[in-house]
């Protein structure tokens, strides 16, 4: 690769990692001539039933490894989780942080982000999302296509926003939450940390660690998750 270029991993081999892909090309596509390209060299993943997709997608080949030691100069090239559970993003993060890696953004050209809105590392920010102004978002999120994340919003690290999400002004989500499909949050409502929203429900009022959230009609929430690291309390022991 020459100097006019940023040589990129992506951890995932999934769907997840296929529209990553696109993302990055888009980016590269729109970027000036005197900026630095946008190229995937490799792909780290304990499987890959996708790998031909996602190389067609790229339209080129890529080393494909099941663990990061095997990847060439890996300090020198810039990581990205493309994986869509939050406990994956989270203990992927790790091996990433301990193996002494980078992390890239990546912002997709159609996303509108407001100029004062935060964005951490390793954040994917997909196509025809709005980011409002103030509003946070922590490293290592995925906000997918069509959502929007109002004003004075703060998202923690890790947290997975589904397609068509609606989270409205001062409203809060917690580190490694998963928010489905179509989800609302009223203004103003804070979700903690390690919770599941299941798609298509309004979210109007508070909710503490480690709940799962459903039933779209007449929305019910139960503590389902381990608040301290997310795990399922109904894992067989």
Same mark, same amino acid.
């Given at each position: 690769m020459t100097n006019h270029s940023v040589e990129i991993i992506i951890h995932g081999c999934g769907a997840m990692a296929i529209e990553l892909a696109m993302y990055i090309k888009d980016v590269t596509y729109h970027r000036k001539t005197s900026d630095k390209k946008l190229v995937v060299t490799d792909i780290v993943s304990s499987e890959f039933s996708? +790998?031909?997709?996602?190389?067609k997608v790229l339209g080129y080949s890529v080393s494909l490894h099941d663990s990061i030691n095997s990847v060439d100069k890996f300090?020198?090239?810039?990581s990205i989780i493309g994986i869509g559970t939050a406990l994956a993003v989270r203990q992927k993060r790790s091996?990433?942080?301990?193996? *002494? *890696?980078e992390f890239i953004t990546i912002i997709h050209p159609?996303?509108?982000v407001s100029p004062v809105?935060?964005?951490?590392?390793?954040?994917?920010? +997909?196509?025809?999302?709005f980011i409002g102004p103030f509003s946070k978002i922590?490293?290592?999120s995925i906000i997918n296509v069509h959502s929007t994340i109002g004003h004075d919003v703060s998202i923690g690290s890790g947290v997975i926003v589904s397609p068509h999400v609606n989270l409205n002004g001062g409203s809060s989500i917690g580190e490694y939450t998963f928010i489905g499909a179509g989800v609302v949050v009223d203004p103003r409502t804070n979700i *903690?940390?390690?919770?599941?929203?299941?798609s298509g429900i309004v979210i109007k009022k508070d909710m503490p660690d480690g709940m799962l959230a459903f039933d779209r009609e007449s929305p019910k929430s139960v503590r389902m998750f381990n608040s301290k690291n997310g795990e399922s309390l109904l894992k067989k022991r």
């Open positions: 996708r +790998a031909d997709d996602l190389q300090k020198q090239k810039k091996e990433i942080n301990d193996a *002494g *890696g159609s996303a509108v809105a935060s964005i951490g590392q390793g954040v994917i920010i +997909a196509p025809f999302v922590g490293d290592h *903690g940390r390690y919770c599941k929203l299941s």
